[in-house]
């Protein structure tokens, strides 16, 4: 589930958790993370794959979701999620960050920095989030297909997974020119397709899997059609589900919720019971490894009663923190 806490080279064969993931029989799920400590917790939590949202990362960098965080923010902070955990991570590269050049740069950044796969959508440069207003200009196709092949080109390893997101609903199109987009984006080279819907019903969604007809793996975001029950997916074929945001907006709730608190009561007593122990928190972030780490690395510092050089554990708690 984790890594070696600090120092993490990666495991072989790692990327090809996501191929495994988008490919598979069995509809698969994508928790969303924005940081380290969201990682962790989603990879402990037993979620086998990471969708990095630029929602989310923007959110809690402060940006709004337009393109403000640069590639580079959004790069840092994958790294960080990739560090602290084993599960493959599929980040959100909006629409790739400007023409075909940035987006094969960065999808190749973000293999280095430990990404599974990308999802570029076609947008232009700067995108809009998909439920803000209603200005979603769409990439001409001939364009969005040269960004998706020069990622394909540019990044060498096949297990790095391509989505291309088409935002032809979310602008207002017809099933139609989704489709034709979508077909258009597999010749191009992606591996999956993400059909964005801001419907509050999954009526769209379900058409278009039904006629899409499985040619690429099908990939979805019920943020809007929350109540769908995932039997339906199943039912579609559809590969996989993303929860796109609601490791951030958990965050935002308990957080105000906890603020409101100890502002009214003047006390932490009472909201003890309502946040993580420190304990959890060690016990994510591998305190236990830099315990066992210091016994091996730092010499042994005398007992200052005997003088002996042999000196208790440093972390005598270390076996919570597991
Ligand atoms: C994100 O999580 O940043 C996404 C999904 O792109 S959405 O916000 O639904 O557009
Ligand atoms: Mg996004």
Same mark, same amino acid.
């Given at each position: 589930m984790r890594k070696n806490d600090v120092l993490h080279s990666g495991e072989p064969g790692e990327t090809w958790k996501l191929v495994d993931l988008i490919h598979s029989n069995e509809l698969s799920f994508l928790m969303e993370a924005h940081d380290a400590l969201s990682a962790a917790v989603a990879a402990r939590s037993g979620f086998r794959g990471l969708w990095a949202s630029g929602l989310s990362i923007s959110s809690s960098l402060g940006f709004r979701d337009a393109n403000e965080a640069s590639w580079t923010q959004i790069a840092d902070a994958v790294e960080r999620m990739a560090d602290v955990t084993s599960i493959p991570i599929l980040v959100d590269g909006d629409s790739g960050f400007g023409n075909f050049n940035n987006a094969r740069l960065v999808a190749l950044k973000l293999l280095q920095r430990g990404a599974a796969g990308v999802c570029i959508e076609d947008k232009v440069f700067p995108k809009t989030n998909s439920f803000v207003g209603d200005r979603h200009h769409l990439a001409d196709? #001939?364009?969005?297909?040269?960004?998706?092949?020069?990622? %394909? /080109?540019?990044?060498? /390893?096949?297990?790095?997974?391509?989505?291309? *997101? #088409?935002?032809?609903?979310?602008?207002?199109?017809?099933?139609? @020119? =989704?489709? !034709?987009?979508?077909?258009?984006?597999?010749? =191009?080279?992606?591996? !999956?397709?993400?059909?964005?819907? +801001? %419907?509050?019903?999954?009526?769209?969604?379900?058409?278009?899997?039904?006629?899409?007809? $499985? *040619? *690429?793996?099908?990939?979805?975001?019920? #943020? %809007?059609?929350?109540?769908?029950?995932?039997?339906? &997916?199943?039912? =579609?074929?559809?590969?996989?589900?993303?929860? !796109? $945001?609601?490791?951030? +907006? =958990?965050?935002?709730? !308990?957080?105000?919720?906890?603020?409101? +608190?100890?502002? +009214?009561?003047?006390?932490?007593?009472?909201? @003890?019971?309502?946040?993580?122990?420190? /304990?959890?928190?060690?016990?994510?972030?591998?305190?236990?490894?830099?315990?066992?780490?210091?016994?091996? &690395?730092?010499?042994a510092a005398p007992d200052p009663r005997t003088g002996s050089p042999a000196r208790p554990r440093p972390y005598p708690d270390a076996e919570r923190w597991r």
């Amino acid at each position: 589930m984790r890594k070696n806490d600090v120092l993490h080279s990666g495991e072989p064969g790692e990327t090809w958790k996501l191929v495994d993931l988008i490919h598979s029989n069995e509809l698969s799920f994508l928790m969303e993370a924005h940081d380290a400590l969201s990682a962790a917790v989603a990879a402990r939590s037993g979620f086998r794959g990471l969708w990095a949202s630029g929602l989310s990362i923007s959110s809690s960098l402060g940006f709004r979701d337009a393109n403000e965080a640069s590639w580079t923010q959004i790069a840092d902070a994958v790294e960080r999620m990739a560090d602290v955990t084993s599960i493959p991570i599929l980040v959100d590269g909006d629409s790739g960050f400007g023409n075909f050049n940035n987006a094969r740069l960065v999808a190749l950044k973000l293999l280095q920095r430990g990404a599974a796969g990308v999802c570029i959508e076609d947008k232009v440069f700067p995108k809009t989030n998909s439920f803000v207003g209603d200005r979603h200009h769409l990439a001409d196709v #001939t364009e969005f297909c040269g960004r998706l092949a020069a990622i %394909k /080109d540019a990044v060498p /390893d096949q297990a790095f997974v391509l989505v291309a *997101r #088409t935002e032809a609903l979310i602008a207002g199109h017809s099933q139609d @020119e =989704a489709l !034709a987009r979508a077909h258009a984006y597999a010749d =191009a080279g992606a591996d !999956a397709i993400l059909i964005h819907s +801001r %419907k509050s019903s999954a009526e769209e969604i379900l058409a278009f899997a039904g006629a899409w007809q $499985n *040619r *690429r793996p099908l990939v979805i975001v019920p #943020t %809007k059609y929350h109540r769908t029950p995932v039997s339906e &997916y199943r039912d =579609a074929s559809i590969s996989t589900v993303i929860w !796109a $945001n609601h490791s951030m +907006r =958990a965050a935002v709730a !308990a957080m105000r919720a906890v603020c409101g +608190r100890i502002l +009214r009561e003047e006390s932490i007593a009472g909201i @003890e019971p309502d946040v993580a122990t420190l /304990d959890e928190v060690f016990g994510l972030l591998g305190y236990d490894e830099l315990a066992v780490a210091e016994d091996r &690395y730092l010499p042994a510092a005398p007992d200052p009663r005997t003088g002996s050089p042999a000196r208790p554990r440093p972390y005598p708690d270390a076996e919570r923190w597991r």
